[in-house]
């Protein structure tokens, strides 16, 4: 059994990275949050996903002194999560309302401003779909690279021994990112109706 954590010790365990503090907040928080997320219709994966984002924005944040011990962790992992698990359920039901509309977008004029918005939309999808097939850590390297961050703050928050671990880690995960998305048979038809952006990978 686990030795019981204040709030401090395990404040400080997040932002020290230390295991018996990880293990702490998935044995005694992460159920808590599962439950929480059961009962907006998700999984326990989508759980997971939700509670790991929850925990790397917590340490962000404390790292950079935007919080303090003097917050609770439990109700700031759990509403976090559940804002986390909220926006991407969010962003999915409009990924599917695309197809819904399809064929009253494409009534005109095929190359019509509409249109293109539609194959953008499409191009979109795909690269989400793709991305999220990828594993948890391609998918928290790649997000944090989007957001901005240098190889030395990825390396820093995800643990990594260095700052070329990251930069590596960042480029395999893109490579694989970008492979799969060229082996879906979608991706030539975008091809064909407007040029994938290599940009957005």
Known sequence: MLEELSNTALF?????????????????????????????GGSRDDANDAFQEAV???YRKAKA???????????????????????KLRDAKID?????????????????????????????????QHFKELSSICQKVLLAFFEGLTFLQIAESMGFASEEYAR?????????????????PLYKQLSDGGEMCDGEY
């Open 56 to 58: 790397i924005l917590f």
């Open 96 to 128: 599917k309302g695309i197809d819904r509309d399809y064929a009253e977008l494409t009534s005109d004029d095929a190359s019509s401003p509409v249109e293109n918005e539609y194959i953008e939309s499409k191009q979109k999808q795909l690269f989400y």
């Open 65 to 87: 002194k935007e919080l303090d011990e003097s917050v609770a962790v439990l109700p700031y992992l759990m509403s976090v999560s559940r804002i986390i698990y909220l926006k």
């Open 168 to 184: 590596r880690k960042k480029y395999l995960c893109k490579e694989k990112l970008v492979e799969r998305i060229k082996r879906d």
């Open 12 to 40: 400080k365990g997040i932002i020290g990275q230390e295991p018996n503090a990880l293990e702490y907040l998935y044995s005694n928080f992460f159920p808590k949050v599962a439950a929480t997320i059961g009962s907006l």
